[in-house]
């Protein structure tokens, strides 16, 4: 049976390529004299590892078509590297596959709240989320964050977030997203699987309508012992809203970051749900 005929997810046929890539001793180690060395030269390479040079170069032609290996310079002076991104999206992607084993399934049920229906976002859904993403960014409210995403972005993140920390999003009568939250994982050691971090985003000309509140309620719904946020002592919305929904100061990170040529500082706050 050909991959596309068991119609992968666009992250799980990336990772299936990425997985074929590795699934090889001596490129497997390649990768890991790479990643040790952080650049070699075929030759450095040669030296180190009982491979033909044909074969070698078969295997860094493999690894470079896969991404996980990228290049510059030319002849003897090409270096060979490791793109850690690629790297980094194949562990997100299994760790999601890990979570998702270990899901909390059924928590996440469609609701209607207030004339608004929450549901589980899927990957129609990846061109809205990153509309009203992108919103906050430019408004400079609500994240550090200042690269805009696209679609494409918002699909791979998507497919990388397990049942556990699942994105939700809150859509009108006729179907449009007017704004999302996530669960993201707050720490990956076990001691801290029952804390968990979250993003809140609604639509522009949609704040102030009661969608943050719908969206938060349902995200304090999915089971975990206590929900914590990193927020701007500027965002009066959001403050009021967490601080409405019970959530307390821990504290402040002064000049947490720099925006604009600005510093900023950002409020921690915390709330047990028992
Ligand atoms: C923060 C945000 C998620 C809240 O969602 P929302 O749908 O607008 O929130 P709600 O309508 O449920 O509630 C907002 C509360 O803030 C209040 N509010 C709105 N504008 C306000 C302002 N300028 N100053 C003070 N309070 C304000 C509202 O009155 C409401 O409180 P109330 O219900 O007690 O009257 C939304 O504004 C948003 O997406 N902002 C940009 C992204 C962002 O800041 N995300 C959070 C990052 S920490």
């Given at each position: 049976m050909k991959q596309g005929e068991l119609a992968l997810s666009p992250g799980g046929v990336r990772a299936v390529g990425l997985l074929r890539a590795l699934a090889n001793p001596a490129r497997f180690r390649i990768v890991e004299l790479l990643a040790e060395r952080k650049d070699c030269t075929s030759a450095q390479l040669a030296e180190e590892l009982p491979l033909a040079q044909s074969s070698l170069f078969d295997h860094l032609a493999a690894l470079r078509e896969s991404g996980i290996v990228g290049t510059s310079g030319?002849?003897?002076?090409r270096y060979y590297t490791i793109e850690p991104d690629v790297l980094d999206f194949l562990a997100a992607y299994l760790s999601g596959l890990g979570q998702r084993t270990r899901s909390w399934s059924g928590l996440v049920a469609a609701r209607e709240e207030g004339g608004m229906r929450i549901r589980e976002a899927t990957a129609a859904d990846a061109a809205a989320i990153a509309t009203i993403y992108n919103e906050g960014i430019a408004d400079r409210v609500a994240t550090l964050e200042t690269e805009p995403r696209t679609a494409e972005e918002r699909a791979a993140w998507l497919a990388v977030h397990g049942a556990r920390y699942p994105v939700l999003v809150a859509t009108d009568a006729d179907g449009t997203v007017a704004g999302w939250g996530a669960l993201n994982q707050f720490n990956p050691r076990p001691a801290y699987d029952h804390v968990v971090d979250f993003s809140l985003y609604v639509a522009r000309e949609r704040r102030g309508q009661g969608i943050g509140d719908a969206l938060l309620r349902a995200l304090e719904g999915l089971g975990f012992h206590k929900m914590v946020l990193a927020a701007f002592p500027t965002n009066k919305p959001g403050l009021r809203l967490y601080e409405r929904h019970g959530f307390t100061l821990v504290g402040i990170y002064r000049e947490q970051g720099m925006l604009d040529g600005r510093w900023v500082d950002t409020m921690v706050m915390e709330k047990l749900l028992g």
């Open positions: 030319e002849g003897p002076h």
